[in-house]
């Protein structure tokens, strides 16, 4: 064959080699640009029903917790209550809440007589005139509170 035949075949080959790994490259890029979006997307939905089944079950467990501590409110008997039998009637129903940080029980002189989990600081602290327990006092229902600091 001809000297610049084969130059010519080989630069053929080079071209058409180049022009096969280019579009396999551009392939590959969008394909992974593809696959990055739909993987993030499918992420992004499982990450969302994690968050959504998380929430139901605060939920359930603060509506929950409500109803009891509305029950034990109601409880007439808690008024006749030992300050121990107060302590430990809070410090169970604390421990089933699962929700919440802290819990105290005033008398309806505002006064605290139980907290859980057990706060020697907290006990006798006065709520009277405080919004948690005007709230209370006026709705008759539970008040869940911002984090309540005492000094």
Not at 6 to 19: E, H, M, S, Y
Not at 41 to 67: G, H, P
Not at 81 to 99: G, I, N, Y
């Amino acid at each position: 064959m001809i000297s610049w035949a084969k130059g010519l075949n080989r630069q053929i080959l080079v071209l058409t080699l180049g022009i096969v790994m280019s579009a396999s490259v551009i392939i590959g890029v969008i394909a992974l640009a593809v696959f990055y979006e739909y993987s993030k997307q499918q992420v992004l939905a499982d990450n969302f029903e994690t968050a959504q089944e998380i929430s139901n079950q605060i939920n359930f467990l603060m509506s929950y917790s409500l109803d009891q501590i509305s029950a034990m409110a109601e409880d007439s008997s808690i008024r006749k209550m030992e300050l121990q039998q107060a302590q430990s009637r809070l410090e169970e129903l604390f421990r089933m809440s699962q929700v919440f940080d802290g819990m105290s029980l005033a008398d309806e002189n505002g006064r605290v007589i139980a907290s859980a989990p057990y706060d020697l600081g907290m006990i006798g602290q006065k709520l009277a005139g405080r919004e948690i327990f005007e709230k209370v006092m006026t709705s008759g229902e539970p008040y869940v509170s911002e984090p309540l600091a005492y000094c």
